[in-house]
T-cell receptor, first 116, second 115 residues
């Protein structure tokens, strides 16, 4: 089974509007971390936001927020007030606890296009 | 520079050639990772170093892949007798060793094309 599932290959949003990028995950480990990364055309993976499995509140970082629904095993990224520079690939990723907690498992990504 | 630096950015190799990809992590970062990103996919873990020790190489696709970090800073990923299926972007990342909530800093990657 896929550990990270991103069901939206591509998304379009108008500039200044909000957009939600979906991510579901699969783990039996009670301790895990969820990450979102942005990959522009330059290729670099840029860290956006982190949510720990024991965190009581949803993570927020500026215009980014993570809608964490633990029972549904979902960790959707919400980008508010989209900007043209937000156009990029977005990857959801997970680190599980335990002995291999250094490994990130990534989804296949969602290509976001922000239209003017 | 302040970030993770990778070279070359682009490499074209003929099938059967050996290639070497270099990663210069952020100064002071003890942990270094290599990931492989095939076209249209997310990155996949290849190997992990803590200082000069290679603690996990379970993601290396075959024995043609070899990574080293002899002095605990710069790392080299070597691919021997390249095959077409090796074509991908190879991403290097480093961190300060704090894992579960620690940020990984990625380089821009080395794009390998095997003809």
């Amino acid at each position: 089974a896929q550990k990270i599932t991103q069901t939206q290959p591509g998304m379009f949003v108008q500039e200044k509007e909000a957009v939600t990028l979906d991510c579901t995950y699969d783990t039996s480990d009670p301790s895990y971390g969820l990450f979102w990364y942005k990959q522009p055309s330059s290729g670099e993976m840029i860290f956006l936001i982190y949510q720990g499995s024991y965190d009581q509140q949803n993570a927020t970082e500026g215009r980014y927020s993570l809608n964490f629904q633990k029972a549904r095993k979902s960790a959707n990224l919400v980008i508010s007030a989209s900007q043209l520079g937000d156009s990029a690939m977005y990857f959801c990723a997970m680190r599980e606890g335990g002995g291999s907690n250094y490994k990130l498992t990534f989804g296949k990504g969602t290509l976001l296009t922000v239209n003017p | 520079g302040a970030g993770v630096s990778q070279s070359p950015r682009y490499k074209v190799a003929k099938r059967g050639q050996d290639v070497a990809l270099r990663c210069d992590p952020i100064s002071g970062h003890v942990s270094l990772f290599w990931y492989q990103q095939a076209l249209g996919q997310g990155p996949e873990f290849l190997t992990y170093f803590q200082n000069e020790a290679q603690l996990d190489k379970s993601g290396l696709p075959s024995d043609r892949f070899f990574a080293e970090r002899p002095e605990g800073s710069v790392s080299t990923l070597k691919i021997q007798r390249t095959q077409q299926e090796d074509s991908a972007v190879y991403l290097c990342a480093s961190s300060n060793g704090q894992f579960l909530d620690g940020e990984l800093f990625f380089g821009e990657g080395s794009r390998l094309t095997v003809l």
